[in-house]
Structure formats: C-alpha cells, structure tokens
C-alpha cells in the first residue's frame, strides 16, 4: 500500500456530514465505513508489515545481546591464546637459545591444535596433550644423552614411559586437567552465544498466517474504517491479538529458559575454577617447570629407561668425553619469573592481566544480559503491547477499541503458547499443526543445553568441525550425560624392552617407528575409523 494512503486514512477528519457508505468488507464490521475492500486489502498487507516490523524491533535487545558478546569474548579469547603462545616463545628463546629454536615445533603445534580446537576443530584435548608431553620427553631424552644414538623405535619406547616415570613431576596431569576443563568450558560458552544469536535472529522474523494477518488487521486499521481513527486497541484485546499470531514462539520460551540457564552456569565456570586466564597466562611458566623437573631427573629417568628399553649404541662423534649433567647444564638453566619478557608488542604481560579483568566485568555483564533474555518469547506479546504507540495502555479499558466499537473488552486472555489457542477468540489457530521452523530451533536449542551441561560437568562435548568442509563428528572424547568422569584417571602402563642389538629392519618390524610419515598415517587412519563409526 503506497504511503499516501496510509496518511490519508490515519489524516481523515470525520465529520458528521461523511458520506459514509455500507461496503460489503470482509474483515472489519458490517456497518457503514469510508474504507473500500480493495482499501482493506492494502490496510491488511500494512498491517502485516507493521506486525513484522514490531517483531523484530521488539527482539532488537535479546538479538544484539548475543551478536555483541560472542564478538568481544571470541575477540578476547583468540588475543589471549596468541599472547600466551607469544609469551612461551619469547621467554623459551631467552632460556633455552637454539635447543629451543631446533624444537620450537613441539610447542608450535601445542598452540595449533589449541586454537583449532577452540575454533570448532576434530581434536581431542586429552589425547592431542599426551602426545604434546611425549614427543617433548622424546626431544629431551635426547638432549640429556647426547652420547647416545636413538633409533625411531627406541624413542617410541621411551615415550611409553611418559605415564611411569612421570619424568616432568605432576605438571603434565595438572596442566590437562586445567587446560581441558578451561578450554571446553570456553568453546562451548562461545558456541552457545552462537547458537542462541542464530536462534534469536530466526525466530525474530515472524511470517504471519493468514488468519493472524486478519486480527492484526482488524485490530490496527478497522478503527479507521469505523470513523475512530483516534481510539486505539484495548491492551487485552492485543495481547490475545499477538498470543494467537505468537503462538509457535511462545512454545520456545521452555528450551529457551533451559538454555539460558546452561549459560549462565558455565558463565560460572569461567570466573572460577574453569578460568582460561589462570591457564593460558602462566603456561610458559608450567612448560618450563616440567622441563626443570625432567633436568633434575635426569639419570634416574635416564636409568629407567635404559633398563626397559636396553642399553643404546654410542653415538660414533661423542663416544668419549662430556657426561651427561655438564652437557645438560651448559645448555638449560632454571627460569627466573622476574625475567620473564614482555610480549612482541612491546607490553608487559600484565595487559593480559588487564584485558582479563575486562572479560570478567564482560561474563558478568554477559550474566545480567542472559538473566533479562528468560521468559522473552512468552513475553513477547506483553512488551509489543506496552508500546504506545500500539494501544491504549493497560489502564484504558473503556475508551478503546475492542474489535467492534470503542468499548471494554470482554473477553478472558489466552494463555501462552499453540495448544491454548484452541479458543482464542481473535486469531484462528491450527493447534494440530506446529511451526516446523520453530521446531528446528527448539531442538537446535535443546543440543547446545546438553553440551552446555557437559560442559559444565568439566566434560567434552561433540561439535562440528568447522575447520574443513568435512562432515566429520566434531570435537571430543564422545562422552555423554553421566559417563564421563568430572577427573581425569590416568593408567600407567610398563613399556615393553628393545634390544638395542637388534638390527633397525627387525625392530621396525615388531614396532611402529616414530617417524613424522608414520604418525601422520596412523592419525590418518584413527580419523577413518572414527568417520566409519
């Protein structure tokens, strides 16, 4: 319907003198009125527009509240794994010089599968930690016996020892613990600020039926038609008005609660024991710890690996002199925390400190958003006719328009949701039949609350790889409600003896080689069967 006519319907002056006319229309009453049907059909198609149009400008809040805090939590959350990796690398340079810089893959990959993960990638956290630990004790094996030679087969034995002889203290099961429940409880918050901005986003857009297109009609235009262009709606007319074109959404409001429930409880988690800063900050200082720990260990692991896995050939350039402890030494000294560099930016790390300071005044204020979003879909119907400039208000009940005349309105409001609107007395509703769409984000909605209680629980949850255009099963150790426990429990397993006089074609022969190539073909074909399961 053209502007204008808008205008010179809402601008008539009646006057007792109009020519009024009987018009046979099909929505507003049977009486005189100065709207013709083709007018009442342009008034109807306006009317669905203003409908829409207040949906969406109504769910304005609860859709921004979602787009603006994923944005600055995922913004804070990659600066501060970059600023970690930064921090490591800096400070690993200026402890340990070239042995770093010729093994600095080790840690590069750590981060990689990190960042992959947080980001939607196929990596379990557990597994992709505890071969982070055993190819580092490979390098450092090593790097404490360097009067030795190490073949492939014999470094895949000493890396069986990792769980054992625990070479790097208790760091490796602390930092999995914290890193794991840190950085599931981070993926999945984002995640959810996803899933519940598309939800919002979807259901914002209402396409009204046929039948609701006729209440609204009836409801905003019919008083023009009637000659009352100053009366607007009775509040409960409207509300039974919008509880019949607002049915299906209504019915979300349940998962919805549930959902934001799920939230805010892992909102919880990230202020407290789940804290990512409390993990990523010190990191380096960890790594480092661990690797002092292996140091001082040095010949007793040294020792006990040389017992199960036999005694290794002589490397032919260092048969002779340096031991072990000077050569160790010479290259790796403890790290002082006061030397610990600032970040490439040229800023101390206590920014990072600041910058969490900041997202924890943003969960909180994450929290408080999340908490005012409950109930908004049943609530809908209320805040749209609290809008003034759609009713008379709640304490007009008199001189406003009840669908007929300017007069109270009689009858009782609808409850929420499709089934109640079996007898509402403005809107027909087909209750046997539920909005398919609606559905889809019921159930989008009642997933991401499962993973978010997982989460909760400190447990891995499943998502889409989102790092390829492979349909793969996601993140995760594929644990469910209840299975999975909140600690972890780590079996130690004795590794079997290699003789060291063995020829290498008889050892690869009994034993998978650590090579690059054959680790890649054996990740390649754990990716496989996982597919085919």
């Known amino acids: ?5 808008i205008i010179i319907i809402k601008s008539i002056n009646y006057h007792s003198d109009w020519n009024w006319e009987r018009e046979h229309l099909r929505i507003c009453p049977q009486e005189y009125t100065c709207c013709t049907s083709e007018m009442e059909d342009k008034l109807s198609q306006q009317s669905k527009l203003e409908f829409e149009n207040l949906a969406e400008e109504t769910s304005h809040f609860v859709r ?11 913004e804070f959350f990659r600066e501060l794994l970059e600023n970690a990796e930064r921090s490591l690398n800096d400070m690993f340079v200026r402890t340990y010089g070239m042995l770093y810089m010729q093994n600095s893959e080790v840690f590069q990959d750590l981060f990689a599968e990190l960042k992959r993960y947080y980001t939607g990638g196929n990596v379990n956290l557990e597994e992709m930690l505890n071969d982070f630990w055993a190819r580092l004790l490979e390098r450092m094996f090593q790097l404490i016996n360097p009067q030795y030679h190490f073949s492939e087969d014999y470094l895949e034995c000493v890396s069986k020892y990792t769980d054992q002889l625990k070479p790097f203290g208790d760091v490796p099961r602390k930092l999995k613990v914290q890193v794991t429940r840190a950085f599931i409880a981070a993926r999945t918050f984002v995640q959810g600020l996803t899933v519940g901005r598309e939800v919002a986003n979807r259901v914002s857009k209402v396409s009204p039926t046929p039948g609701c297109i006729r209440a609204l009609m009836k409801m905003l235009y019919c008083p023009y038609c009637r000659g009352l262009p100053t009366v607007k709606p009775c509040n409960n007319y409207c509300l039974n008005v919008m509880k019949g074109c607002l049915a299906n959404q209504a019915d979300l409001d349940t998962e919805w609660n549930l959902f934001i429930d799920a939230m805010l409880l892992v909102a919880e988690r990230l202020e407290g024991p789940f804290n990512i800063e409390s993990v990523m900050d010190p990191i380096d200082v960890k790594i480092s710890e661990a690797i002092m720990n292996m140091q001082e260990n040095s010949m007793q692991v040294s020792a006990k690996v040389f017992q199960g896995c036999g005694q290794p050939k002589p490397a032919p350039a260092l048969r002779s002199s340096r031991s072990v402890p000077e050569n160790f030494n010479t290259r790796f000294r403890p790290y002082i925390p006061e030397e610990r560099p600032t970040t490439a930016a040229g800023t101390s790390l206590d920014r990072l400190r600041t910058i969490w300071r900041t997202m924890q005044h943003g969960v909180t204020d994450i929290k408080e958003k999340l908490k005012l979003s409950k109930k908004f879909w049943s609530t809908l119907p ?17 001189d406003c328009w009840n669908g007929h005349t300017k007069a109270r309105y009689l009858p009782e409001i609808m409850n929420d949701g499709l089934t109640n609107q079996i007898n509402n007395p403005e809107v027909d509703v087909d209750i046997t039949r539920p909005d398919t769409f609606i559905r889809q984000q019921i159930m989008a909605l009642r997933v991401m609350t499962n993973k978010l209680k997982n989460a909760y629980n400190g447990n891995d949850v499943n998502f889409q790889d989102t790092s390829d255009e492979t349909s793969g099963s996601g993140s995760g150790s594929g644990c469910t409600d209840d299975i999975c426990p909140t600690e972890f429990d780590f079996v130690t397993t004795e590794a079997p003896p290699v003789d060291s006089d063995r020829r290498e074609v008889e050892a690869s022969a009994t034993q998978p080689g650590c ?9 390649l074909s754990l990716l496989l069967q996982r ?3």
């Open 1 to 5: 319907m053209a502007a204008e006519d």
């Open 64 to 74: 921004t509240t979602f787009v603006s805090r994923h944005k600055k939590f995922d």
């Open 382 to 398: 209320y805040t749209i006719c609290k809008d003034e400039r759609v009713t008379a208000g709640p304490s007009v009940e008199e």
């Open 515 to 523: 090579s690059l190539q054959t680790l890649l073909l054996i990740f």
């Open 531 to 533: 597919q085919w399961r």
